[in-house]
C-alpha cells in the first residue's frame, strides 16, 4: 500500500509497487495493490524534466505474469516532458512473453498529463488502467471502473482504462484479448476531467476512448459490457467507448455497449 517510485533524467520511474523484468515468471493472487505511484524527480523546479512514470501499481518488461484476483485501487502514474507521457495507471505490460489477468479489478487508477494547452512541449497520460505495448495479454473476467487519462502540453490522452500499440494486428497471429469483462465510468480527457474547459479552444489536446484505445494494434474483445466511458475534447464529449487508429483492428464478439458519450 502506498508505495512510490520517482524519475530520473535517464530513466522512467516504474512499478509504484512491483517492477519485474526479463526472465521473470510472476505470479499475484488473492492481493490489493493501493495507492501507489511512478512518480517524476523530486522537486518542482526538476520533476518537469524528467521522465514519466509507467505501471504505478505493477510494470512487466519482457517479463510473463500470471494475476489473478488482484485488486488495482488508486494506484498512479505522472508525465515528464521529456517523453510520450505516462503510461499504465495501475499496470504496464510491455515485450510481454504470456501474460494472463483473471478475474482482476481495476479500479480509480490514473495516467496523468503534464504541460497546458500554451506550452509546445508536455506529454499526455496513455491507459488510465492499463498500458499494454508490443504484447498480447489475455484478459478474463476483469472489472475496469472508473479510471481515467488527461492530456497534457498538445498532447491528446488515450485509452481511459486500456491503451494497446504496436501489438499484432494481422488478424492471424496473437491478439490482445478481453472476455467477460466490464469497462464501467472511465474517461480519457483533455486537461481536467471534471471541468474539461480553460476558457481556451483547443482542437488538438484531447481525450480519445474512454474504455479502449488501439494504436497499431488488434484485440478481441468476448461477452464483454461497455457502460458510461466518456471521452473528452475541450468541453466538447466524444464518442466514447473504444478508438481505433492507424492501422488498428477490433474484433468484437458479443459485446455490449450502454450509454456512451
Not at 523484468?21 to 495493490?33: A, E, K, M
Not at 523530486?42 to 505474469?65: K, N, P, R, V
Not at 494547452?117 to 478474463?140: C, D, E, I, K, W
Not at 480553460?198 to 479502449?212: I, K, M, T
Request: glycine content about 14%.
Amino acid at each position: 500500500l502506498n508505495n512510490f517510485v520517482r524519475s530520473s533524467f535517464e530513466h522512467g520511474s516504474r512499478g509504484g509497487a512491483i517492477a519485474a523484468g526479463s526472465d521473470v515468471n510472476l505470479t499475484v493472487s488473492d492481493t490489493r495493490i493501493q495507492g501507489n505511484q511512478a512518480l517524476l524527480c523530486a522537486g518542482s523546479a526538476s520533476a518537469i524534466q524528467c521522465l514519466s512514470g509507467s505501471g504505478g501499481g505493477i510494470s512487466l518488461q519482457t517479463a510473463s505474469a500470471k494475476l489473478t484476483r488482484v485488486r488495482f485501487l488508486g494506484n498512479a502514474v505522472e508525465s515528464g516532458e521529456l517523453d510520450a507521457g505516462s503510461m499504465g495507471g495501475g499496470l504496464t505490460i510491455t515485450n510481454g512473453i504470456k501474460v494472463v489477468v483473471d478475474g482482476c479489478e481495476f479500479v480509480d487508477n490514473v495516467a496523468t498529463g503534464f504541460g497546458s494547452y500554451l506550452q509546445n512541449n508536455g506529454a499526455a497520460g496513455q491507459g488510465g488502467a492499463v498500458m499494454v505495448q508490443l504484447s498480447t495479454p489475455v484478459f478474463r473476467s476483469c472489472l475496469f471502473q472508473s479510471n481515467h487519462v488527461t492530456a497534457g502540453g498538445r498532447s491528446s490522452s488515450g485509452g481511459g482504462a486500456v491503451k494497446i500499440v504496436y501489438s499484432s494486428r494481422d488478424g492471424l497471429g496473437d491478439r490482445t484479448e478481453f472476455d467477460s469483462c466490464v469497462f464501467a465510468g472511465n474517461q480519457a480527457c483533455s486537461k481536467n476531467c471534471k471541468t474539461n474547459t480553460d476558457g481556451l479552444s483547443r482542437s488538438v489536446e484531447s481525450g480519445f476512448g474512454g474504455a479502449l484505445a488501439l494504436l497499431e494494434a488488434s484485440a478481441v474483445v468476448t461477452n464483454s459490457t461497455f457502460e458510461e466511458n466518456i471521452a473528452w475534447s475541450s468541453s466538447i464529449l466524444l464518442v466514447g467507448y473504444v478508438y481505433a487508429y492507424a492501422y488498428a483492428l477490433l474484433y468484437d464478439e458479443h459485446a455490449r455497449a450502454h450509454a456512451h458519450q
